[in-house]
């Protein structure tokens, strides 16, 4: 009787563990299969990750991201400009286009703006200029010019604060009863240099 009990609770002992063990083994291989089905996913290191037969992947990070190297730069250190004939040749296509561009709606603003630009024999010019225009009868008919610099050319260099600059330009008629039309004509220039900046002194337009 006795010995008939030690062998069941010893079968007893050995069912469980051998459950013990089916379960141990069914668990591990349900980790296992789940590790298996895990996609690969690539790591981004800050550049486009992908393939034929994968979707490129965005960088996480961006060339404003890396740290700026900054460095100080002192404007007082650097040379003053010192004008020279290509500042003249700039200034006297932008005086020969405004110079050149007006209408008789404009009262002459085309003269009066650039006064700054002009010594004070110029200036006397396009005051009695203007003054001349404005006495004369408008007759109420609009009449307009567009003028457009095209080239400049160094006439003579410069000697003793003096230049001579010719300026190419393209002019366009436009009339109230007549279909607008192009022509070339030049102007020339005469710039001084007063008070370390260019002045027109004279200013004349090739007789058409």
């Known amino acids: 009787m006795i010995e008939n009990r030690k062998k069941i609770g010893l079968l007893i002992i050995i069912i469980a563990i051998l ?6 083994i069914l668990f591990l291989k349900r980790n296992q299969s789940a590790v298996d ?4 996913v690539p790591v981004n ?11 490129p992947t965005a960088p996480t990070s961006t060339p404003g991201d890396a740290p700026r190297n900054y460095q100080t730069y002192d404007v007082s250190k650097e040379a003053p400009h010192k ?18 561009s007006f209408s008789n709606q404009s009262d002459y603003s ?3 703006d650039l006064k700054i630009l002009m010594t004070a024999n110029m200036k006397e010019w396009a005051d009695k200029y203007v003054a001349d225009l404005r006495a004369q009868k408008y007759s109420g008919q609009y009449y307009g010019v567009i003028t457009k610099a095209l080239t400049t050319k160094i006439l003579s260099p410069e ?5 001579k600059i010719e300026i ?5 008629e436009s009339n109230a009863d007549i279909a607008s039309a192009s022509y ?10 007063a008070n370390d900046e260019w002045l027109v002194d004279g200013a004349y337009w090739e007789k058409k």
């Open 45 to 55: 290191t800050g550049g486009i990750v992908g393939s034929s037969n994968t979707t």
């Open 19 to 24: 459950l013990l063990a089916i379960i141990i």
């Open 110 to 112: 085309n003269v009066t």
């Open 37 to 40: 089905n895990t996609p690969i």
């Open 168 to 172: 190419q330009t393209e002019r366009q």
């Open 83 to 100: 004008i020279n004939a290509n500042d003249a040749a700039k200034l006297s296509a932008l005086f020969a286009e405004r110079l050149g």
């Open 184 to 193: 070339l004509q030049k102007m020339t220039l005469d710039l001084v240099k």
């Open 159 to 163: 000697k003793d604060g003096r230049i």
